[in-house]
């Protein structure tokens, strides 16, 4: 055998197995197994595409992804041509979602929809953006990027003469409101306000689990993101290798690289430790969700919906490690002063915007302004935030520059 091919058969063995032709046929409890609950505002059929695929695409057009370019991950866009932002990021979720739906039967595009929406609602300098914006809103609502994610797909994006937003599946929108889990409890309050504007068509099942992409595509995201931290905190010196080898679950794979840290391979290494660690938590959740499948005999989409717990999921342990890995990482990465310094500056130039814009809209850009004329406050802030949320780290710092004549460093 070749080494190419080899390396193929190890990975499929790492994954549980080549699948058989018959295998790869999406499964009885897999979201297209079932026509599309439709849409909001009817369309014709696409003569080429499915309901899932025509989806992805819509969100891959959409303004709200190109955006994500100049979004960021943990570093700001400049201080580094090759860390994660918010568009990689979201294309990683992407691929290791439609790999974990390919090993479980689930449908691919739907997974991968999913995948590449889920941050669309990001606004500019990550969670630190989020942050500012929650507390600058806190008398008007709030703000959570899940829910503005959903805000953007269902009226923000304005494309089509029929309607706004993107008109998107029953099946996508559940899925996106849904990617942390069933819309209970006061942390999804903002979700929940938000998909109330669905229930003169057809209710989200809130209290239900999602399909089993949904959930594919959720812990994708949590693979993703663990995996190029670790990476970029690598690169950007806040972790060594030696640091990892007492962290959980990345201390047992640095332990098993085959050679020594030099500064000839450094790099080669940190790729390393990231690709076997997708890898581990792939196979993991492969592994843990066949067995509950297994149990469940799920024969529909929505016996994986009905049921009172997550069907593709980690494994306990996994998710022990998991936790105490990403404590780790906020500890020594998030919570750093390189980060934490350029964030709370971050946080500055979102609070010292939004207040501008509240105070005098006649900064606005013509159409803003004209979609806050004649509203209350609350209304108001609301628009302001939206339009705050959509700004790319660049533009935010350049409107800064515009308003305050003065360019943040965020260095």
């Known amino acids: 055998m070749s080494k190419a091919k080899q390396g193929i058969a190890d990975c499929e063995s790492a994954y ?49 992804f190109r955006r994500l370019i100049h979004k960021t991950q943990v570093f700001v866009y ?34 991968e929809a999913l995948a590449l929406a889920h941050d669309l609602g990001h606004p500019p300098f990550g969670h630190a953006g989020e942050r500012a914006l929650d507390r600058l809103m806190s008398g008007f609502g709030g703000f959570d990027h899940n829910a503005q994610s959903l805000r953007v797909v269902m009226a923000l994006e304005r494309k089509y003469l029929a309607f706004d937003g993107l008109n998107l599946t029953w099946e996508t929108l559940e899925g996106l409101a849904k990617h942390n889990g069933p819309i209970v409890g006061e942390d999804h309050a903002p979700v929940r306000k938000v998909i109330r504007a669905l229930e003169d068509w057809r209710s989200l099942e809130p209290a239900r689990w ?88 799920p024969g529909s989409p929505d016996d994986i919906r009905a049921t009172g717990d997550a069907v593709v999921a980690f494994s306990p342990r996994m998710t022990r490690d998991l936790a105490s890995l990403k404590a780790f990482l906020m500890e020594r990465v998030y919570r750093s002063r390189k980060v934490m310094d350029v964030m709370e500056e971050a946080e500055a130039v979102i609070g010292r915007l939004f207040a501008r814009y509240l105070a005098d809209p006649g900064v606005l850009p013509d159409a803003w302004r004209a979609a806050q004329d004649g509203l209350r406050q609350r209304g108001r802030a609301r628009v302001i935030a939206d339009f705050v949320a959509g700004m790319t780290d660049r533009y935010a710092i350049d409107q800064h520059r515009l308003l305050f004549d003065g360019k943040p460093e965020l260095r």
Do not use: N
């Not at 959930?215 to 990892?244: C, K, N």
């Open 210 to 297: 999602a399909s089993g992409e949904a959930q594919a595509a959720a812990l994708a995201d949590d693979i993703a993101y663990v995996s190029h931290d670790i990476d970029d905190g690598l690169r950007a010196g806040l972790l060594t290798l030696d640091d990892l080898r007492g962290a959980p679950l990345a201390g047992a794979i640095v332990a098993a690289l085959p050679i020594a840290e030099s500064p000839g391979v450094r790099g080669r290494l940190t790729y390393e430790v990231t690709r076997r660690m997708i890898t581990v938590l792939i196979q993991d959740v492969v592994g843990e969700s066949r067995i509950r499948l297994a149990a469940l005999k």
């Open 16 to 64: 549980g197995g080549e699948l058989e032709p018959g295998e790869r046929a999406p499964a009885p409890y897999a979201a297209s197994a079932v026509p599309s609950r439709g849409r909001r505002f009817a369309e014709p059929d696409c003569p080429t595409r499915s309901p899932f695929q025509r989806d992805r695409d819509r969100i891959l057009h959409s303004t709200a």
């Open 78 to 111: 400049h201080e580094g041509d090759h860390y994660r932002t918010r568009l990689t990021h979201s294309l990683e979720v992407a691929q290791i979602a439609r790999t974990m739906s390919r090993q479980l039967r689930l449908d691919e595009d739907l997974a």
